[in-house]
Nanobody
Framework: QVQLVESGGGLVQPGGSLRLSCAAS????????TAWHRQAPGKQLELVAG???????NYALSVKGRFTISRDNAKNTVYLQMNSLKPEDTAVYYC?????????WGKGTLVTVSS
């Protein structure tokens, strides 16, 4: 079992930055990969960025060059640094970790980009 808790969301102006955190507990050494997803109002869930155990990363085209996913193994935490935020980045951001064939999800953190 893995438990995930997101934090760091909030209200930010267009062009601003935020850093989201995803703290994992439980069987953290079994985690194969962790990803950030988001769901905007009225829209489907979208994969934003992912990082594997080996450190490989991938990004959605809409955030490439603006967002960076990273992790601190000592803190069992994965981060999403979001720069140059746009109103269309407004969404609830969810952390998801995969252990074998099982996915674990956090409850999400709201990011609102507005002036």
């Amino acid at each position: 079992q893995v438990q995930l808790v997101e934090s760091g969301g909030g209200l930010v102006q267009p062009g601003g930055s935020l850093r989201l955190s995803c703290a994992a507990s439980g069987s953290v050494f079994s985690i194969d990969a962790t990803a950030w997803h988001r769901q905007a109002p009225g829209k489907q869930l979208e994969l934003v960025a992912g990082i594997t155990r080996g450190g490989s990363t991938n990004y959605a085209l809409s955030v490439k060059g603006r967002f960076t996913i990273s992790r601190d193994n000592a803190k069992n935490t994965v981060y999403l640094q979001m720069n140059s935020l746009k109103p269309e980045d407004t969404a609830v951001y969810y952390c998801q970790s995969r252990v074998g064939g099982t996915n674990y999800w956090g409850k999400g953190t709201l990011v609102t980009v507005s002036s």
